[in-house]
């Protein structure tokens, strides 16, 4: 069965520094999605940035970047110059369809605090 | 805000009652998703619908019955719910029920069975 792991509950992060969330995820299947969306406290869930398995560039989204490894099946998300909006809970998300079965697979969350 | 909203956002319910969620999408997709979301466990995917057509239910509970008259509307009916089925739903919807398609959320009822 397909499962997506995230291993960091909680990060913080000193603004203007970098941060790096890691996912990890596990599919027999060859073609499929990652995504990563972002949930501020009280506030709706988002996009953040999009990969397609079947493209080997790393997606990137002004201050947010991924390290798509497909062979290890890691798809961590980099934040540069952290902001304080950028706090929120950072879920990690798989998303293919085999066999006609709809297959959308979030991680556990990570927490992240930026902190002025 | 997104496109997508829910009413009520707070909703406390006894486990004799039945209520319903309702979930409204202004952006033209042709899907829309129910999740629940619970304390420290991944997003649970309950339902797809596409063009109204349910064509996903993973399992959920015959206690949650979901309606989608038009592409633009979805409710879930609740009915001798229990108490661990106290969480947030969240709606979603997209452009296409496929797997590339970004989903866009709305703000989620917390519900709450006493």
């Known amino acids: 069965a397909q499962t997506v792991t995230q291993s960091q509950p909680e990060m913080s992060v000193q603004e203007a520094e970098t941060v790096t969330l890691s996912c990890t995820y596990d599919t027999s299947e060859s073609n499929y999605y990652l995504f990563w969306y972002k949930q501020p406290p009280s506030r709706q869930m988002i996009l953040v940035i999009r990969?397609?398995?079947?493209?080997?560039q790393n997606a990137t989204e002004n201050r947010f970047s991924v390290n798509f490894q497909k062979a290890a099946k890691s798809f961590s998300l980099k934040i540069s110059d952290s902001q304080l909006g950028d706090t929120a809970m950072y879920f990690c998300?798989?998303?293919?369809?085999?066999?006609?079965?709809?297959?959308?697979?979030f991680g556990t969350g990570t927490r992240l605090k930026v902190l002025a | 805000e997104t496109g997508v909203t829910q009413t009520p956002r707070h909703l406390v319910m006894g486990m004799t009652n039945k209520k319903s969620l309702k979930c409204e999408q202004h952006?033209?997709?042709?899907?829309m998703y129910w999740y629940k979301q619970s304390a420290k466990k991944p997003l649970e995917l309950m339902f797809v619908y596409s063009l109204e057509e349910r064509v996903e239910n993973n399992s959920v509970p015959s206690r949650f019955s979901p309606e989608c008259p038009n592409s633009s509307h979805l409710f879930l009916h609740l009915h001798t719910l229990q108490p661990e089925d106290s969480a947030l739903y969240l709606c979603?919807?997209?452009?296409?029920?496929?797997?590339?398609?970004?989903?866009?959320f709305g703000p989620g009822t917390r519900l709450t069975v006493t």
């Open positions: 952006l033209g997709h042709n899907a």
């Open positions: 998300a798989f998303m293919q369809r085999p066999s006609g079965t709809y297959k959308y697979i």
């Open positions: 979603a919807s997209s452009q296409e029920a496929r797997e590339g398609y970004e989903q866009y």
């Open positions: 990969q397609e398995a079947y493209k080997q």
